[in-house]
């Protein structure tokens, strides 16, 4: 069955704190992976994405991931997150199903930073 | 700019009544999706339309239908709340990937 698996549901860092996020994936079809972010009190938006290529995919505000076939792994990596990172991360999968393409999330990573 | 916007933020209703969350894109979106939010098992897809009078079930679309007389409206139906239909609801549009979704800033359902 399509899934996807998210470690941590959550994350407590400090500021310029290096960030990982693990995020594993179940599908047997073409790979196409996504992060998506949630600030507090604003819509859910994507963040990144990977299609082919490249498996280190950089995103907006200095976020990157890196896919990693041979585990089915896509981890969300920041090298210092700062308080306004402070959001709901979640993972996603396009799976290809009844003739329509859809999205899979994964549960999500609240992450919080502290000053 | 880019708009989703869903009707209620919060809603309160009793079990067993009818229940109707209405989405409106204005981006002349063909592809719009009803989600469910909720705390440890993140996103999950309720029912989709990719075009107008046409709709497809998502991953849990039990105890919920859907109308989609307009392009740009999108509705969610609660036939019979359930208690277990405590959640967010959240409403997305897109227009040919899938991914790049936008969604609407959500409702927060509670049935008592």
């Known amino acids: 069955a399509q899934s996807v698996s998210q470690h941590n549901h959550h994350v407590i860092l400090s500021e310029a704190a290096s960030l990982e996020l693990g995020c594993n994936y179940s599908?047997?079809?073409?790979?196409?992976l996504f992060w998506y972010v949630q600030y507090p009190g604003q819509h859910l938006q994507l963040l990144l994405k990977?299609?082919?290529?490249?498996?280190l995919v950089k995103g907006i505000k200095g976020f990157e991931a890196e896919f990693i076939k041979s585990k089915f792994s896509f981890n969300l990596r920041k090298p210092s997150v700062q308080w306004s990172d402070t959001a709901e991360y979640f993972c996603?999968?396009?799976?290809?199903?009844?003739?329509?393409?859809?999205?899979?999330f994964g549960a999500g990573t609240r992450l919080a930073v502290h000053p | 700019d880019v708009k989703v916007t869903q009707s209620s933020r919060y809603l309160v209703k009793r079990t067993g009544e009818k229940v109707f969350l209405e989405c409106v894109q204005d981006?002349?979106?063909?592809?719009m999706f009803w989600y469910r939010q909720d705390p440890g098992l993140g996103l999950r897809l309720i029912y989709f339309?990719?075009?107008?009078?046409?709709?497809e079930k998502g991953d849990i679309p039990e105890g919920y239908s859907v109308s989609r007389e307009k392009k740009e409206r999108f509705s969610l139906i609660l036939e019979s709340a359930s208690t277990n239909q405590t959640s967010m609801y959240l409403c997305a549009s897109t227009t040919g990937r899938v991914y790049e979704q936008y969604f609407g800033p959500g409702t927060r359902l509670t049935v008592t």
């Open positions: 339309s990719y075009d107008v009078k046409m709709k």
């Open positions: 996603a999968v396009r799976v290809f199903s009844g003739g329509y393409n859809k999205l899979i």
């Open positions: 599908y047997g079809g073409t790979v196409n």
């Open positions: 990977y299609f082919s290529g490249d498996p």
């Open positions: 981006m002349d979106h063909e592809n």
